[in-house]
C-alpha cells in the first residue's frame, strides 16, 4: 500500500485522516477522504444504528433490517422494516405463523423489495434458522463476557455457504452488518459503494459487481481478500475496520446526491 495515501497536517483545524486515489465516478478530481470530523460524525452513525440493548429480542430485529439491506437504497431499507414493524413481523414465531400476510405486503407495497418473493423467503427461513440456531446466543454470550471472539469468526460461521451455522439471506457484507450492528468492529462492511472505492485505489481486481451478476453479493473467499486491504488502510489510520469504514460511507452517502442511499446494493 503507498504510503502516499495515508498522511496528517492540520487544514482548517479539522485533521486529515486518510487521503486516497481520486474519485473516478466524479470527474472533479476529487479524493477520498477522511478527517478527524468525519470520523466523528461516522461514530456518530454508528451509536444511531447499532443495537442498544443488545438482547436477543433486538438482534432478530437487526437481522431482519440488515437482510433488507440487500439490493435496496439506505432508506429504503429503513422504510421496509417499518412496514414489518407496523404489521407485527418482526419476531420469528410472527413472521413463521403468517408467511402468506408477509407475501401480500411485500408484493402490494409501495415499498416492496426489489426482490419481493427472494426476501420473503429469505426472511421466513432466517427466522426458522434463528429459533434453532445457537449462533444468535453465542453472539450474545461474547459480546457481554468479552470473551475475545472475533466478529470475524461468527460472520465467517454466518456466510460461509457450506457452514453448518449459515444463516439465511445472508452472505458476508449483510453478516458483517448484522455483527459490526452487534458490536464487533473488526469487520468491514464492504458493499457496492465500498467496491468502487476500492477500485479506485488500484485494490478491486474483478468486474464490478451489479444486480444481476451477483445477486447474492460478492463470494465470501474474495470478500474477505478485500476486507484485508480496507483492514490494512484502517491500521494505518489508527482505526478499527468498521469505523474506518463506517466514516468513508457515511460521508461519501450524504455528500453524493446521486448516490444518497446507494451504498446498500447487493
Not at 496528517?8 to 477522504?33: C, D, M, P, Y
Not at 427466522?127 to 461468527?154: A, C
Not at 453448518?164 to 450492528?181: H, N, R, V
Not at 459487481?209 to 465470501?220: A, I, K, M, T, V
Request: charged share 30%; aromatic share 12%; net charge positive.
Amino acid at each position: 500500500m503507498s504510503k502516499e495515501r495515508f498522511f496528517s497536517q492540520e487544514i482548517a483545524n479539522n485533521e486529515i485522516v486518510f487521503k486516497g486515489a481520486e474519485i473516478s465516478r466524479k470527474k472533479t478530481g476529487e479524493h477520498w477522504l477522511l478527517t478527524q470530523d468525519d470520523i466523528k460524525k461516522g461514530d456518530i452513525f454508528y451509536q444511531e444504528e447499532r443495537i442498544k440493548p443488545l438482547t436477543l429480542e433486538n438482534m432478530f430485529k437487526c437481522g431482519l433490517e440488515s437482510i433488507l439491506s440487500r439490493a435496496e437504497k439506505f432508506i429504503k431499507q429503513k422504510r421496509l422494516f417499518n412496514i414489518l414493524q407496523e404489521n407485527n413481523l418482526d419476531t420469528p414465531e410472527n413472521i413463521i405463523e403468517n408467511l402468506s400476510k408477509l407475501e401480500k405486503i411485500f408484493q402490494n407495497s409501495d415499498y416492496k423489495p426489489v426482490y419481493p418473493q427472494k426476501q420473503v423467503e429469505n426472511l421466513y427461513r432466517f427466522s426458522r434458522w434463528w429459533l434453532e440456531s445457537s449462533l444468535p446466543m453465542e453472539v450474545l454470550e461474547s459480546r457481554k463476557i468479552n470473551d475475545g471472539k472475533t466478529g470475524i469468526e461468527f460472520r465467517d460461521r454466518m456466510a460461509k455457504l457450506k457452514s453448518t451455522d449459515k444463516a439465511p439471506g445472508m452472505g458476508p457484507k449483510i453478516a458483517s452488518l448484522f455483527i459490526c450492528l452487534c458490536g464487533f468492529r473488526d469487520v468491514a462492511i464492504i458493499d457496492q459503494h465500498m467496491c468502487y472505492f476500492l477500485k479506485d485505489q488500484g485494490e478491486f481486481p474483478w468486474r464490478m459487481p451489479d444486480r444481476l451478476q451477483y445477486r447474492g453479493g460478492l463470494w465470501l473467499s474474495r470478500y474477505k481478500k478485500l476486507e484485508k486491504v480496507m483492514t490494512d488502510m484502517a491500521i494505518s489510520c489508527n482505526l478499527s475496520p468498521s469505523r474506518f469504514q463506517l466514516a468513508l460511507w457515511n460521508k461519501y452517502r450524504q455528500q453524493n446526491s446521486s448516490d444518497q442511499g446507494q451504498a446498500h446494493l447487493f
